[in-house]
């Protein structure tokens, strides 16, 4: 049978429900700026961690599967109890039910098949149990590797008791709806937001994205607002064909040009775009240290060809030592930030650029 139709009564003195808000580690501060949308219903906590906000909210949680710059949403309980064993006590128990209710109750029935508990000993006899009586009692399956319904439990840091989490969707919001065609090594959705607004988008922009891969950083800056013009250019014709994939399937297609295109010899006049992004070869999985010491150069040079005077510009580069000794020669080009971004153990770093 499932349970989860029916609303737990809200205690009357709680200032609303706990968050714990994931980001990629180095966005935190843009994270705080688009969490400023739901004003007095959503407020920040002082124990953030990095790649980590903490807040309170009173607002639909619905609401919260648009931030464009959050990994995942978790609902977060703390059980003061020495032990996860007394988390099967019918108090403990009612309160972590009550939590997976109110994720599946923003759904459709029938959105969550199979649940999955992400914990240190989670194939213990206790947490066994646990996670078997929460999928008994949700009408759901155990998933044995991963679940739409994902929930964690970790020591607290004061090691006295455990956190409590519930992902408020069925799969991270990193995962964005419309990447029907993924490549080796494609851009994470909130970092490519985060750099389009680093360029403070504006709808008069000529954009141009240099090495658009899968058209992330393209699709992206479209969906924040319009541009007068959209380019996206990449030599590979796979990349090519899966931008476009991505775009119609994103419904912003009309208003982007794909073009094969070189970055370092581009068929536009001088000083024709406002605005220039790009994810560049790390060297890892694309290219090499060796090709990057060439290819990096000329594309700084013909990027300040083609970009206006006072032009914006952000890239994504884990060449680090490269990037800052050519733009430290560079006459055109003005430093105005570096973020360094945690990739999933690859640290690159952003640079926010304009053209002097």
Same mark, same amino acid.
């Given at each position: 049978?499932?349970?989860?139709?029916?609303?737990?009564?809200?205690?009357?003195?709680?200032?609303?429900?706990?968050?714990? #808000?994931?980001?990629? +580690?180095? =966005?935190?501060? /843009?994270?705080?700026?688009?969490?400023?949308?739901?004003?007095?219903? /959503?407020?920040? +906590?002082?124990?953030?961690?990095?790649?980590?906000?903490?807040?309170?909210?009173?607002?639909?949680?619905?609401?919260?599967?648009?931030?464009?710059?959050?990994?995942?949403?978790?609902?977060?309980?703390?059980?003061?109890?020495?032990?996860?064993?007394?988390?099967? $006590?019918?108090?403990?128990?009612?309160?972590?039910?009550?939590?997976?209710?109110?994720?599946?109750?923003?759904?459709?029935?029938?959105?969550?098949?199979?649940?999955?508990?992400?914990?240190?000993?989670?194939?213990?006899?206790?947490?066994?149990?646990?996670?078997?009586?929460?999928?008994?009692? !949700?009408?759901?399956?155990?998933?044995?590797?991963?679940?739409?319904? /994902?929930?964690?439990?970790?020591?607290?840091?004061?090691?006295?008791?455990?956190?409590?989490?519930?992902?408020?969707?069925?799969?991270?919001?990193?995962?964005?709806?419309?990447?029907?065609?993924?490549? +080796?090594?494609?851009?994470? $959705?909130?970092?490519?937001?985060?750099?389009?607004? !680093?360029?403070?988008?504006?709808? $008069?922009?000529?954009?141009?994205?240099? $090495?658009?891969?899968?058209?992330?950083?393209? #699709?992206?800056?479209?969906?924040?607002?319009?541009?007068?013009?959209?380019?996206?250019?990449?030599?590979?014709?796979?990349?090519?064909?899966?931008?476009?994939?991505? !775009?119609?399937?994103?419904?912003?297609?009309?208003?982007?040009?794909?073009?094969?295109?070189?970055?370092?010899?581009?068929?536009?006049?001088?000083?024709?775009?406002?605005?220039?992004?790009?994810?560049?070869?790390?060297?890892?999985?694309?290219?090499?240290?060796?090709?990057?010491? +060439?290819?990096?150069?000329?594309?700084?040079?013909?990027?300040?060809?083609?970009?206006?005077?006072?032009?914006?510009?952000?890239?994504?580069?884990?060449?680090?030592?490269?990037?800052?000794?050519?733009l430290a020669d560079s006459p055109v080009w003005r430093v105005?930030?570096?973020?360094?971004?945690? =990739?999933?153990?690859?640290?690159?770093?952003?640079?926010?650029?304009?053209?002097?």
């Open positions: 049978m499932k349970y989860y139709n029916k609303r737990p009564a809200l205690q009357p003195d709680q200032p609303g429900r706990r968050l714990e #808000i994931v980001v990629a +580690e180095g =966005l935190e501060p /843009l994270a705080r700026r688009e969490l400023g949308q739901f004003g007095r219903a /959503l407020r920040l +906590e002082n124990d953030e961690r990095p790649g980590v906000i903490r807040a309170r909210y009173t607002g639909d949680l619905r609401a919260l599967s648009g931030l464009r710059l959050a990994a995942s949403v978790y609902l977060a309980r703390h059980f003061a109890v020495p032990r996860p064993r007394a988390l099967l $006590g019918d108090e403990h128990l009612r309160l972590a039910l009550a939590d997976c209710q109110t994720v599946l109750r923003l759904y459709p029935q029938g959105t969550f098949h199979t649940l999955f508990l992400s914990a240190a000993g989670a194939d213990s006899a206790v947490l066994l149990r646990l996670k078997t009586e929460l999928a008994r009692r !949700l009408g759901l399956a155990v998933g044995s590797d991963d679940g739409d319904l /994902l929930l964690r439990l970790r020591r607290d840091e004061a090691q006295t008791g455990w956190e409590w989490l519930v992902r408020i969707s069925p799969r991270p919001l990193a995962t964005r709806s419309w990447r029907v065609c993924n490549m +080796e090594g494609a851009l994470n $959705g909130p970092v490519a937001c985060a750099m389009n607004l !680093l360029t403070a988008p504006a709808a $008069g922009d000529v954009y141009l994205n240099i $090495g658009c891969g899968s058209g992330t950083l393209l #699709i992206e800056r479209l969906l924040l607002a319009p541009a007068k013009r959209a380019i996206g250019c990449d030599t590979d014709p796979q990349a090519l064909a899966c931008t476009r994939a991505n !775009l119609e399937a994103a419904g912003v297609g009309q208003w982007a040009e794909v073009q094969p295109w070189d970055a370092r010899a581009l068929p536009l006049p001088d000083a024709a775009v406002d605005v220039i992004t790009g994810d560049l070869p790390f060297g890892h999985l694309v290219g090499s240290h060796a090709q990057n010491l +060439e290819l990096y150069p000329a594309l700084l040079a013909e990027a300040a060809r083609v970009a206006r005077p006072g032009a914006r510009c952000a890239l994504l580069s884990h060449e680090v030592r490269l990037m800052e000794r050519l105005n930030e570096t973020i360094l971004v945690d =990739l999933g153990g690859l640290y690159p770093r952003i640079f926010v650029l304009r053209r002097a």
